[in-house]
């Protein structure tokens, strides 16, 4: 099972976090069943930014995004050319090491 690494975020996870995920899984999903808090504004429907995610470690083997996830992707905060809308990510059979942006361009904090 491939092995996600979230590096240390000052508020979303202080410590950072390893954990197995199975392949196919959604990657924002998998982040949120392990505690790890990411903003989802849109419900995960391709619609905002806020599920951001830079994918330092492991990105050559994640499916390419679409021209909806470009477009979205556009108007994040931090953009990388590593970057990608969690909620649109089916983790691949590699592991993945993430950044988690410090900011997101949401107006209103979901706690969920």
Known sequence: MPVIKVLPHETL???GKTFEVATGEQ???SLLKHDIEIEHACEMSCACTTCHV?????????EA?????DDLLDMAWGLTPQSRLSCQVKVAQKDLTLE???YTKNHAREHH
């Open 13 to 15: 996870c202080p410590e």
């Open 27 to 29: 990657l924002c999903e």
């Open 54 to 62: 830079i994918v330092r470690e492991g990105f050559n083997s994640l």
């Open 65 to 69: 995004s679409d021209d909806d996830e």
């Open 100 to 102: 988690l942006p410090k």
